[in-house]
């Protein structure tokens, strides 16, 4: 039967690697090897036995067993399963009753896991997670239909329908009971097949034959499954806390409240324990209108409710507030330990009719020990009910209580405690709603007072049933069902004792709320997730259903349970592991502790406490229970001996033979099977129906032992760290005035870093005992493969409780805690182990908090043990060495820092009071100090004092009443030479002060040098903390590096002061990227040398009015800003440029507002001492003018141009911003003044007005423009000759009074200049220019790959050409011409370099001038004349730079080979160039540079051409529109072109075709394509060369036309181009003419191509006067 015998080998376990061990140990340890898995049976039912070793399994070892009523079976370690006993399934009669194991053939091949027994049933999972079932199947178990009984094992399937497609399920653990299975799924899941209610699935026709999902517990991770013969268990982890689902006001399935409040005395009960009859089979002998009705405790506290001992209260509240609610009739912490041991989970409060019962009850709980159980202390016949239980009938409140009296309860409850019990109740206790029946009166509903009535002795049955079932109802609260287990799961009893509202509030309740808010730490293990997936959870509920008739479920009744339900009273106790026998139940805790509850007719249960329908502590001798089986009607459990050698324990039947009388009694508690003892070390125990059988490992060269001596350990490790926690933290956390918020601070995070700690160690204990059930492989020990957990662990815990140490956290406690320490001497001593008389509080304390430190000894020691199994050269051995040392050097390190830190302290304890308390800090260890006279400051008065302390993070210089600390991250020391005098000098160097130390001897010199040296060291490295585990402890220190980062903040350094700065330093200067904190809110982050911003940086700071910061980016130079940078203003300005001692100096860019805003404005232009000063364009985008001129002091001063958005141009003088003295004005009209100004636009003084026709005035003017003008003068009409010379005179003049173009933008070149290293241009060695460009290329790169837009891939090829300088040795070639053109084509492509940030400055800057209102058609000349001064003053930098470069306008000699005869266009002879003076490349700016330049400057250079051309191109685009119109042959004569010219066919897309009268587009359409791209060049010589190839294009159609060679006069060519010309249809023809004009080589204008270059300016003109007739 489902004995709960399948041992299950912790399931998550990979078992791929079950193959032992063998090759890998030595050779006794091989031979050894078959000493594994021994299995040993012995009959049930006697205590005086001996075990038999089962025949016939020849050596092989035993990995896990199960056994059944009458049948067991074995798993071997190669996963072969073999079966004996009775097996009726078998169809031979010589099987059916196997002796020796049977092999079961059928699963050969598959490698089984695990196998399971149910009572006439079997099971077995394999690797792949398969389920093999056979056996007896009469109702269903083996998951097979109509078949009664399933002889072979058979594959059965489990698939998830929720999936789709269906996704078979894989199984790590089974369960068999007696008609049902239960099977545990990797994703830790159950699956249930059989028959009955302990299935727990929502069904009543049985058998179920196809496995189903139990969706009760979907969702939760369970961890074990056991099967009795008819109820269930499992073993699931609880929710972690933010998970927690808000709770129901009711119940859901019964709609009754699931929280009652009952007014006491001077407390309010809220009782949460609500049972709900759904779920429960009710059975007819009892009343269904029966409701369970919560009552009160009894004093004896053998409540059974939902709510736990205070041990595992955790308070859902936050950390900080009150958990003062907790525990308010148990004063003595005492009562707390007996609650917490003993099997009854009593709750936290429980209250007293009068004060002598309670103190009875206290003094019988004090004096209770440990390990037994409450029973002595507790009168077991619980038939009289209390008065409080009368009192106590349950108050059910009206369904709809409303809300408002809620909101009074909680004003009430405000008033009368105070705020915080109100906040406390709110946080952590039910979400208040749930109190609604605090109102109610007492109803008279007939099942009410069900709990109260006060049945005497003899209304007892004698059926031991109807017993149980009456203990089990009377006095006593029966859980709820499901709603309330996720917040229960936690543990955080939802019992809270308020204030009566009519009594007077308990004075010790308002003590406790008075306290400090600091106060109560949740002593719950702060639980690591990481520690959590790698070793067993604790962290667990016990959940159980099916038949309760015998109490077997633990709920505390006899009910059966149709679905499963968390035993409450198990929450918070650390079960690990659950056994299920034929009636009962065991619940194996990490502690070591067994809970047993249900039949306990032979004693099975190891204790006679009664009611056993709820878990109680069984009564095992021995160190603690590890391992435990629950058989029919028996128990084993397996606990630690003195000797290590676990002992059997046997409760249960107990048959003795006495004058051959067989005499059957039962256990009063378990008793040690001493013949079990002699047969070697039991790892695995399995009760069955008949038998019992444990698997035995024999000792071999000491290894079992060792592995069960460090379990062993480990378990009463936990035990006693457990205890510690419970009896001492607890308690003293709970005092009253424990000093300041700091050491109360340090005390919590002391006891949270041991409850960690412990909680680790409790988990580890677990999973040892679950490695001693498997196959014990050395490497996977967890403190071998998760060694980082412990070492972390133990490291943090030893830094709290260092810190709390030096703090004087133990002389704290001692006042306080002086009663409660003295009242539990004994206790203390027994658990710091120290047996010294006469002990001081404190050293007990001390002792105790740093007992866990010994540990780590046991654990180096246990695992060389360990590792001396293994042959030196294995793997094994190394890595048991390996962390062996590991942990030693840790517990030799900590041991360490634990003198440190008692140093420190008795330091502390002799130093002035004053000042201890500024520096004494919990991290902060004391190294060395100068009291002996040791060190002494240099130069120093002769009676002051010098006190020199050196921490681990600071050198403290204490005089009188001051002390300065020095942080030891920024402090730099270096021993002085000797023969400078200073004789064992130190030089100390910090950020703000520089002094010299002298000591008395070289000895304290060195030895202080060191120390300082040392300590720096460790301060930088932070690595105090973190030793290299296994390194030994001395590792050689080198010097502490001179460069370093670290944080500071400056005193007295009056720019600094009370700045904060991040970042590198260097010898005691901040050095390097860093960033620096204002008080006021300032802030640099960049670059800083010597201790000043010094490179690139960004600068923030608060314009306080504006409430904004300003911002600046770009360079710097010993702090301040200098170079190129971006400011932006808190207005809104931003300025973009060169800075010069913080100061805008240089060329410069200020955009002022945004295009919305109510000016916005641009400047660019030069700077001088933060005002514009010199050339400059301002842009008024408000008023729509811009003026180019100069300026001075932020205003115009000097020449100028303005041009407004109307069209209106002024050119000439300004003073103060306004137009005054000598000026022309012209409108868009091309009406023009020349004369006076005052003011802007106003005329004033002698002048002459000349209108578009010609006319003009002179005289005197006054008045605005635009707006009526005084004249007095004189009216002139010229004749029509005198007009033709006079008009244009006007506009001749303009430009002159403008600033001249070289005048402009000095500012750029001079920076230029300057980043080249010259002072002025020209002036520089042309060497430290090359220089300066390499470093402005490699460092402006450096910055672009700091910076997060990365380069992309062509420019970063740009940069690596550019490392190449062109070479300059030899003649100057046109090679070298060509290589110059490439570098500075290349130059121009990257701002990095200096040449391409003049070039993109200057298109910014000329881009700025000429577009937007600057796009006006008077500006065409201007702007024509600047890019000129451009090119003239470029060429200048780049001859600078390529000396050999001619001058403009020399000549290069074309090479022998390049002045090979070429035909003139023109005259037939083959062209010597006898006509040019030298034949060569002509150099010149135009050619160097403008390739260059003019792509850039283009559109809005021919934007102004356009503009200027518009009337013209009109005329010439209407006169191209109209003569398109005709044909090709029509067009052709019109012009008057030679017949002979005509293009006879044409190849029109590819084929040839006589040219037609209506042929259109189609003659010389090969040099019309060719002509139109000159719109798509930028050069002048790039067009040039378009018209020549468009002339040869023309002479090769005539050449085909004629079949004969001929040469052209000018005037057969000109109507053939003529016609190109119109054909080609370019719009802006005249804009192209004239930009040629203006800018192409002066060289060129008399040479072929200037020639073609006159012929189209001739068609040009031509087409716009041609008149047609």
Not at 1355 to 1384: R, W
Request: glycine share 8%; aromatic share 8%; net charge negative.
């Amino acid at each position: 039967m489902g004995t709960g015998a399948e041992r299950d080998i912790i399931p998550s376990l990979s078992y791929s690697h079950l193959e032992c061990f063998r090759g890998r140990l030595c050779k006794e340890e091989a031979e050894g090897a078959k000493e594994r898995g021994l299995v040993y049976v012995w009959k049930a039912g006697s205590c005086s036995i001996t075990p038999e070793r089962l025949p016939g399994l020849s050596g092989k070892t035993v990995l896990q067993a199960a056994l059944g009523i009458h049948h067991g079976l074995l798993l071997t370690e190669g996963g072969e399963v073999y079966s004996f006993g009775k097996l009726p399934w078998r169809s031979g009669p010589e099987e059916s009753c196997a002796n020796s194991p049977v092999l079961e053939n059928t699963l050969l091949g598959h490698h089984v896991i695990t196998v399971a027994a149910g009572s006439f049933h079997n099971g077995a999972v394999t690797e792949s997670g398969v389920v093999y079932m056979w056996g007896n199947n009469s109702a269903g178990q083996c998951a097979v239909a109509n078949q009664p009984c399933v002889p072979e094992p058979q594959p059965i399937s489990i698939s998830d329908s929720e999936t789709s497609p269906l996704l078979s399920v894989r199984i790590l653990q089974l369960a068999c009971g007696e008609e049902h299975t239960l099977a545990l799924s990797l994703s830790r899941e159950i699956w249930a097949w059989g028959s009955g209610c302990q299935l727990g699935l929502i069904t009543t026709t049985f058998p179920v034959t196809k496995p189903q999902k139990v969706e009760h517990l979907a969702g939760r991770v369970v961890l074990q499954i056991a099967c009795g013969a008819c109820h269930s268990l499992a073993l699931v982890q609880c929710l972690p806390v933010q998970e927690m689902k808000p709770i129901p006001e009711r119940c859901n399935h019964c709609s009754q409240l699931l929280i009652t409040m009952t007014d006491k005395e001077d407390h309010v009960i809220i009782s949460d324990s609500h049972c709900c009859p759904l779920g429960v089979a009710l059975s007819d002998n009892q009343p269904e209108n029966r409701v369970f009705c919560p009552s009160l405790e009894t004093p004896e506290g053998k409540s059974v409710t939902g709510s736990q001992s205070e041990d595992c209260q955790k308070p859902l509240v936050e950390e900080h507030m009150l958990v003062a609610l907790e525990s308010d009739g148990a004063s003595m912490p005492s009562s707390n330990d007996g609650q917490e041991d003993s099997g009854i989970s009593s709750p936290g409060n429980i209250l007293f009719p009068d004060k002598k019962e309670g103190k009875e009850y206290l003094i019988s709980l004090s004096d209770h020990s440990l390990n037994e159980s409450l029973a002595k202390n507790i009168c077991t016949e619980p038939e009289q009910p209390s008065q409080e239980e009368q009192l106590g009938a349950c108050i059910p409140g009206p369904p709809g209580t409303s809300t408002s009296a809620l909101n009074s309860l909680v004003a009430s409850c405000a008033s009368a405690v105070g705020v915080r019990v109100a906040a406390t109740y709110e946080a952590g206790a039910l979400s208040l709603k749930k109190v609604m029946n605090f109102y109610g009166t007492p109803s008279s509903e007939p099942g009410s007072q069900s709990g109260g009535g006060s049945p005497g002795p003899e209304a007892l049955k004698d059926s031991r049933e109807e017993q149980v079932r009456l203990e089990s109802m009377q006095g006593k609260k029966s859980s709820s069902l499901v709603d309330i287990r996720e917040e229960e799961s936690e543990g955080g009893s939802r019992r809270l004792s308020l204030p009566g509202l009519l009594s007077q509030v308990s004075p010790r309740l308002l003590r406790k709320v008075g306290r400090a808010k600091m106060r109560t730490v949740a002593l719950t293990p702060t639980y690591s997730g990481e520690a959590d997936a790698l070793l067993p959870s604790l962290r667990t509920e016990v959940w159980s259903w099916g038949k309760g008739k015998e109490g077997q479920l633990g709920h505390g009744d006899v009910l059966p349970r149709l679905q499963p339900l968390c035993v409450k009273s198990l929450d918070g106790k650390e079960v690990i592991h659950l056994s299920a026998g034929g009636h009962h139940s065991l619940a194996l805790t990490a502690k070591s502790q067994v809970y047993s509850w249900g039949s306990n007719i032979s004693g099975q249960l190891g204790h006679l406490n009664s009611p056993t329908t709820v878990p109680r502590l069984a009564k095992v001798c021995g160190d603690g229970v590890w391992s435990t089986a629950a058989g029919l009607d028996h128990s084993l459990f397996l606990a630690d001996e003195e000797d290590f050698q676990p002992g059997l324990y046997y409760s249960g039947q107990e048959t003795t033979t006495e004058n051959n009388l067989y005499e059957n009694s039962c256990t009063k508690s378990p008793i040690l099977l001493l013949s079990c003892s002699k047969i070697g070390y039991i790892s695995n125990v399995i009760a069955g129906g008949d038998n019992c059988l444990v698997l035995v490992d024999k000792n071999v060269m000491g290894y079992i032992a060792s592995l069960h001596e460090l379990a062993s350990t480990e378990r009463r490790f936990y035990f006693k760290l457990s205890e510690i926690k419970s009896q001492v933290l607890r308690p003293l956390l709970g005092l009253d005035n424990l000093g300041n918020a700091n050491t109360i601070q340090l005390l919590q995070e002391m006891a949270s870093r041991f409850s960690k700690l412990c909680y680790l160690i409790g988990q580890h204990g677990a999973s040892l005992s679950s490695f001693l059930h498997g196959v014990k492989e050395a490497r996977s020990l967890a403190i071998l493969k998760h060694s980082s957990l412990f070492l972390d662990s133990y490291t943090e815990y030893c830094t709290s409780v260092t810190n709390f140490l030096v703090m004087g956290g133990f002389m704290l406690l001692a006042k306080p805690a002086i009663d409660f320490l003295s009242k539990n001497q004994e206790l203390l001593q027994k658990l710091s182990e120290k047996n010294e008389e006469n002990l001081q509080l404190v050293e007990v304390l001390n002792a105790l908090f740093f007992m866990p430190f010994g540990r780590l000894h046991n654990y180096a020691r246990t695992l060389l043990k360990l590792a001396t199994c293994f042959e030196v050269a294995s793997p094994e051995y190394q890595k048991l060495q390996d962390s062996s040392s590991c942990y030693e050097s840790l517990a030799v390190h900590l041991s360490r820092k634990r003198k440190e830190a008692e140093y420190t302290l008795g330091f502390w304890k002799t130093f002035p009071g004053k000042m201890t308390d500024s520096l004494r800090k919990p991290e902060r260890r004391l190294i060395c100090e100068s009291s002996n006279r040791g060190l002494s400051l240099q130069h120093a008065g002769r009676f002051s004092v010098n006190w020199f302390i050196l921490f681990n993070d600071a050198l403290v210089h204490a005089q009188f009443s001051t002390h300065h600390i020095f942080p030891l991250s920024t402090l730099w020391v270096e021993a002085l030479s000797e023969e400078a005098g200073n004789v064992n000098g130190l030089k100390i160097t910090t950020p703000e002060e520089q002094f010299v130390l002298v000591s008395s001897t070289p000895q304290e010199k060195t030895k202080w040098l060191r120390a300082i040296s040392q300590a720096v060291d460790q301060a930088l490295k932070g690595t105090s903390d973190l030793i290299l585990y296994g390194a030994g402890g001395n590792v050689p220190r080198q010097e502490p590096p001179i460069s370093r980062s670290a944080k500071y903040t400056f005193y007295k350094d009056p720019r600094f002061k009370d700045a904060v700065y991040d970042g590198r330093w260097l010898s005691g200067r901040p050095h390097g990227r860093g960033i620096l904190k204002w008080a006021d809110g300032r802030m640099y982050a960049g670059t800083f040398r010597t201790g000043l911003e010094d490179g690139y940086g960004e600068y923030r700071v608060l314009n306080k009015a504006l409430n904004k910061d300003d911002h600046y980016v770009g360079y710097w130079k010993e702090g301040k800003m200098c170079g190129h940078g971006v400011y932006s203003y808190a207005t809104g300005e931003v300025y973009e440029g060169c800075f010069q001692d913080n100061m805008r100096h240089g060329h410069g860019l200020l955009r002022s507002g945004k295009l919305t805003s109510s000016s916005p404005s641009m400047f660019i232009g030069q700077w001088t001492m933060d005002k514009k000063s010199g050339y400059g364009v301002f842009d008024d985008i408000t008023r729509g003018e811009k003026y180019m001129g100069m300026w001075q002091d932020d205003v115009c001063q000097g020449n100028g141009v303005v041009v407004t958005q109307f069209g209106l141009y002024y050119e000439g003088a300004f003073s103060t911003n306004k137009m005054m003295g000598t000026g022309i004005l012209l409108s868009e009209d091309d009406t023009v003044y020349e004369g006076e100004f005052s003011d802007n636009w106003t005329l004033s003084g002698k002048g002459t007005l000349t209108l578009p026709n010609g006319d003009y005035i002179e005289g005197l003017f006054s008045g605005e423009w635009g707006s009526g003008i005084k004249i007095t003068g004189t009216y002139f009409k010229p004749s029509l000759y005198e007009n033709e010379k006079d008009k244009p005179k006007a506009l001749r003049k303009l430009g002159i009074l403008a600033v001249p173009p070289d005048e402009k933008w000095k500012a750029v070149f001079e920076e230029c200049w300057n980043q080249l290293g010259c002072e002025s241009p020209g002036q520089g060695d042309r060497w430290k220019a090359w220089d300066n460009i390499a470093v402005a290329l490699t460092t402006n790169r450096r910055q672009h790959k700091d910076s997060p837009e990365l380069l992309s891939r062509s420019h970063t090829q740009t940069l690596e050409s550019l490392e190449f300088i062109p070479q300059h040795i030899g003649a100057f070639t046109l090679e070298k011409y060509e290589n110059i053109k490439k570098y500075l084509i290349k130059a121009c492509d990257t701002p990095l370099h200096p040449l391409g940030k003049l070039v993109e400055t200057l298109v910014a800057v000329y881009r700025m001038t000429y577009v937007g209102v600057g796009a006006n058609r008077r500006l065409l000349q201007e702007a024509v004349r600047e890019i000129k001064s451009y090119l003239k003053r470029i060429f200048q930098l780049v001859r600078f730079l390529f000396p050999d470069l001619p001058e403009e306008g020399s000549t290069i000699p074309f090479l022998a080979t390049e002045t090979k005869g070429r035909r003139s266009f023109c005259s037939g002879k083959s062209d010597s160039r006898s006509e040019s003076p030298e034949p060569g490349y002509v150099v010149t700016s135009f050619g160097l540079l403008l390739p260059v330049l003019l792509p850039r400057l283009y559109p809005p250079l021919f934007m102004l051409y356009a503009l200027d051309n518009e009337r013209e191109e009109d005329i010439y685009w209407e006169c191209v529109l109209r003569l398109n119109k005709q044909t090709d042959v029509a067009l052709l004569s019109f012009l008057g072109v030679q017949a002979k010219f005509w293009p006879g066919a044409v190849s029109i897309l590819g084929e040839s075709r006589k040219v037609s009268s209506n042929t259109k587009d189609a003659c010389f359409a090969s040099a019309v394509e060719c002509l139109q791209q000159i719109s798509t060049t930028f050069t002048p010589a790039d067009k040039l060369k378009v018209i020549q190839q468009t002339f040869e294009e023309i002479s090769q159609n005539v050449l085909e036309t004629l079949q004969e060679d001929f040469l052209w006069s000018m005037d057969d060519l000109f109507p053939v181009f003529l016609y190109v010309v119109l054909r080609a249809r370019i719009r802006n023809l005249g804009s192209e003419v004239h930009l040629i004009e203006d800018l192409m080589d002066p060289y060129l204008q008399h040479g072929e191509q200037g020639i073609m270059f006159t012929t189209l300016k001739a068609c040009y003109y031509q087409i716009q006067h041609e008149k047609l007739t």
